[in-house]
């Protein structure tokens, strides 16, 4: 097996997150989307999954075509609503069919409850039950939220957990979206004084469309918009809001295209920032979509990590 965070100990990698297509078109969709990423060489392709399971099959339908594009598959796998037997079926059904590396979340707790509503509470308890069912045949990854994760008590204490899970048995680390490049630098200071050595690979949202870029960062993580973010959105802003299924603004798909281009420029500075602080990994949330992710690879010299 391939191990990625001694890849990543080596040299700088370049992976992309897809999601599992909702309608059968988009999954007849995706293998060409995966070609066209393919050839950026990109060390993994990683698939989300829905928490509480919803989309299962095609998440490891999805892990298998990543596989035919000929590149490591990565599962997200969550907590919610799974039991301890039902972990270990679907862990082991992944080994089963060549699927080896594993980002290991808690998942966000269903509206409505209190709890994952499963045999586990936390991520770093999956990490243990991985480590204690399956030995070195996973290779894990784990969430770092750099703002501290929208629940925690202190950012101090989600550094424990992260280290925790480094103990536990994680071996690289993935990070939650951050605009904010001081509390990053921050944040990477104190995970290395409580003594986490994992590699970080940052997850990154290309910056396209304004109702998605508030929604990622509002909806669920409370995101830092920094300054120069938060001006893109004002000075493209769909009136009467970007949410609206019928917009009134007359320049609309200008400042849809506008939005588009400033919000690839914008992202490849932040990429070039990323990797000025060291980074191991830039991980780009490709969204099924190649058009945007060429762009962004090209325009910040990525495409010479090949
Ligand atoms: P944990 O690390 O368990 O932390 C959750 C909260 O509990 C934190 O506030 C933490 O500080 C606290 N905590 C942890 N352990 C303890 C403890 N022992 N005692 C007290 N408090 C504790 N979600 C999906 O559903 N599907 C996906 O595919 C998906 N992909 C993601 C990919 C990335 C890169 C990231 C960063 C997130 C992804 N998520 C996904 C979202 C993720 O499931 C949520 O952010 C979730 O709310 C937290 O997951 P976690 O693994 O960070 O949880």
């Avoid at 204490?157 to 048995?169: C, E, H, P």
């Avoid at 809001?241 to 919000?263: I, M, S, T, W």
Wanted: charged share 25%.
């Amino acid at each position: 097996m391939v191990r990625l965070a001694e890849v990543m100990r080596q040299h700088e990698t370049l992976s992309f997150e897809v999601f599992p297509p909702k309608t059968d078109v988009g999954m007849e969709k995706l293998p060409k989307v995966l070609e066209e990423l393919c050839k950026f060489k990109p060390e993994y392709i990683s698939c989300t999954y829905g928490a509480g399971g919803t989309n299962v099959g095609k998440n490891r339908e999805v892990l298998q075509m990543v596989k035919q594009a000929g590149t490591i598959p990565v599962t997200h796998f969550t907590l919610i609503k799974n039991t301890r037997e039902g972990i270990k079926d679907q862990l082991q059904q992944y080994l089963d069919e060549g699927v080896d590396h594993i980002l290991a979340l808690r998942g966000d707790i269903p509206r409505g409850e209190t709890t994952t509503c499963g045999d586990f509470d936390y991520a770093t308890d999956l990490v243990a039950f991985i480590r204690k069912e399956f030995g070195d045949q996973f290779e894990i990854a784990v969430a770092g939220s750099p703002e501290g994760h929208i629940a925690c008590r202190s950012l101090d204490s989600d550094i424990a957990v992260l280290k925790q899970k480094q103990d536990n048995g994680a071996d690289y680390i993935m990070t939650q979206l951050c605009w904010d490049m001081e509390q990053f630098d921050r944040w990477l200071d104190k995970i290395h004084k409580a003594g986490i050595t994992m590699p970080i690979d940052v997850g990154i949202m290309p910056i396209l469309d304004q109702a998605a870029t508030i929604n990622m960062a509002l909806s669920r993580n409370g995101c830092v918009m920094e300054r120069e973010l938060s001006r893109l959105i004002s000075k493209y802003w769909i009136f009467p809001n970007p949410f609206d299924k019928e917009p009134f603004d007359d320049a609309l798909e200008q400042k849809k295209a506008d939005f588009r281009k400033a919000g690839i420029e914008y992202t490849i500075k932040q990429i070039d920032k990323y990797r000025a602080l060291g980074v191991h990994g830039i991980h780009l949330y490709a969204l099924n979509k190649s058009e945007a992710v060429s762009e962004i690879i090209e325009g910040c010299g990525l495409h010479t990590l090949v």
